[in-house]
């Protein structure tokens, strides 16, 4: 099979007024799991993968997961096999974490350049002790880019996101040479993470905060970035913190260029509605679409305790925010926690982590339509004996140019150490 790379952050599509119908049971889709993961001692091939998987140009899958050899995750490929199935397994490099210089824990979502080079973050390890950024080739042949330092760096100190550029929004793959954008949980000025650019300039790596949170859950600017970032065609830079804002709940923020610098401001404080139904603590990235409204989900709070699906879109010089969906937490799922996915139709993809008809999460779809939005179960996990499926799906889902979703689980599998899976529809 052949993939086309649409990336982690496709194009969406504006769209009415919402109403929130009850979820859809899956119609015409197929599920199957590629891949097991092993937590077992003596596994070499590593587990969950946090990060989910992207498509490279010759349609094999690749991720970074847990577990390994030395516990703190590995680099993997899923390859096409004879009978043109994603179910080749190949390990192709085990980080070793603690202080070791490649660092540990690769627990974010990948992207690749034209040649099918990766690029990610390690949250843990590296020469001096705050993670990494790292490369590795198609083969699996790893080199570091950047060593972040451990306790109040000014640049930041362990990555809670993985990277992103300007282009990977609307599915351009990465050129190799532009500035790459990520987010830390620690650091800064203020010692609560910050905002990151790194760029290769003469052959020598740089990275610069471009913002520095603050460190109380009282920040009124928001606090813990999470999920990745998102940037426009003009280089905005958008993302959420999932504490803070004015009600302590969460927020979205923009990062606008103004020179050399930039410039900070809040686009939406959650919990900003009565009892919370817009939602709280928001743990996923943003999509942004053509026209540049940007939708994500909050993982608690809404009208039902169970999570929501927004929308903002611009509004001369602000945003308006909208719910799309309120999560149920029954046969619809709950807790979305990662960026959702699109198909050119205008359908929006997810995971979330609660839910379904085992109360282990489920694969969903969101369709706009002129009653407005509604949801369809792809595929609720821990289904068949054993969970053989897979259970708790935290990444991110990617598609192919046919339509064919892929993602990963938390747990579930052969040996409960999650899965890679296909979704065909």
Known sequence: MRY???????VLLACGVATFPLATGAAGSSFRVLHSGCRLAGCPDGAASAGGVIIESDGSLFGSGDGGKNGRGVLFRLTANAHGQDRDY???????????RDGGNPDFSLVRDASGNVYGTAAEGGADGGGTIFAASPEGKLIVLHAFCAGSCKTGSVPSSGLTYQGAAFGEAYDGVSPLYGT?????????????????????AHVRALYSFCSTLSCNEGAAPLG???VDAAGNIFGIANLGGAQGEGAVFELSPNG????YRVLYNFCSQQSCTDGIRPAAGLTLDSAANLYGTTIRSGEHDEGTIFQLS????????????????????????????????????????????AGAGVAFELSPGNGGWSETVLHSFCAEPACVDGSIPYSPLTLDAEGHLFGSTAAGGATNAGVVYQIAR
């Open 90 to 100: 190949a390990r192709l490099h085990t980080f070793c974490g603690g202080t070791c």
């Open 314 to 357: 611009p509004n001369g010089a602000s945003y308006t925010f909208q719910v799309l969906y309120q999560f149920v937490g029954q046969g619809d799922g709950g807790a979305p926690e990662a960026t959702m996915a699109i198909d050119p139709a205008g359908n929006l993809f997810g995971t979330a982590v609660q839910g379904g008809g």
């Open 4 to 10: 086309q790379f649409w990336g982690l952050s496709p």
């Open 260 to 263: 050399r610098k930039y410039k």
């Open 184 to 204: 830390t949980g620690q650091g800064g000025l203020l010692n609560g993470g910050t905002v990151y650019a790194f760029a290769r300039q003469d052959g020598k």
């Open 228 to 230: 990745g970032l998102t």
